[in-house]
């Protein structure tokens, strides 16, 4: 039971364009979302979060959107650079449960 | 620097054997996490533990053990019941109560068991 989706699992951009992540849940206790993005043999680094309070976050080149209606967040990076090119996780969970669910990560490859 | 250190880095057991994977933080946490990462799965969580001398399982924890002796320390121990051990190990930490603040990951130990 997949609770948090990424259907994408590449995505390939070109430097200086807007790369767009996505990321569906399944869960309706799910308030709060976050993104982390992810180097080969290296652990995740914290990116952007998002509690659904809020419909966006804004953080420099990186925004997420929050559709709690339609139960989807994505993230939206521009420009794009080609230092992103990484694997990106969506998580989600409660507020105050602290247990993270990751989605299967979407692989983006920027391109000069 | 705070961090949380794993070690090693690159690790090899054979079938049967059981092999334990360092989590070490610096980070005054009182949380600590074990995920495990495979192709197209995204991260899974294996067990956490909230205080030390208490530890919960995830999802995945058949074939898994921890310990939580010491509020910096979470090691944990693939046992021989582990039915596909190879995989790429990450360990987190945040605060507890949770206040929303991000999980903090090390580098991973990548287990190979052949």
């Known amino acids: 039971d997949q609770q948090v989706k990424q259907n994408s699992p590449s995505l390939s951009v070109q430097e200086g364009r807007i790369s767009i992540l996505n990321c569906d849940y399944t869960?309706?206790?799910?308030?709060?979302f976050l993104w982390y993005k992810k180097y080969p043999a290296e652990g995740p680094t914290f990116l952007i979060s998002?509690?659904?309070?809020?419909d966006k976050n804004e953080d420099g080149r990186f925004t997420v959107f929050l559709n709690k209606s339609a139960k989807h967040l994505s993230l939206h990076i521009v420009p794009s650079q080609p230092g992103d090119s990484a694997v990106y996780f969506c998580?989600?969970?409660?507020?105050?449960?602290?247990?993270?669910?990751f989605g299967q990560g979407t692989r983006l490859t920027i391109n000069p | 620097d705070g961090g949380i250190t794993q070690s090693p880095k690159y690790l090899f057991r054979k079938e049967g054997q059981n092999v334990t994977l360092s989590c070490e933080q610096n980070?005054?946490?009182?949380?600590m996490y074990w995920y495990r990462q495979d192709p197209g799965q995204g991260l899974r969580l294996i067990y956490y533990?909230?205080?030390?001398?208490?530890?919960q399982k995830g999802d995945i924890a058949e074939g898994y053990s921890v310990s939580r002796e010491k509020k910096e320390s979470f090691p944990l121990t693939v046992t021989s019941a582990q039915k596909n051990p190879t995989a790429f190990y990450l360990c987190?930490?945040?605060?507890?109560?949770?206040?929303?603040?991000?999980?903090?990951f090390g580098n991973g130990t990548r287990l190979t068991v052949t």
């Open positions: 987190a930490s945040t605060n507890w109560p949770p206040d929303n603040s991000p999980l903090h």
């Open positions: 869960n309706s206790m799910f308030d709060y």
């Open positions: 998002i509690s659904s309070i809020k």
């Open positions: 998580a989600a969970s409660p507020t105050g449960a602290q247990k993270l669910v």
């Open positions: 980070l005054n946490h009182d949380a």
């Open positions: 533990s909230q205080i030390v001398n208490d530890f």
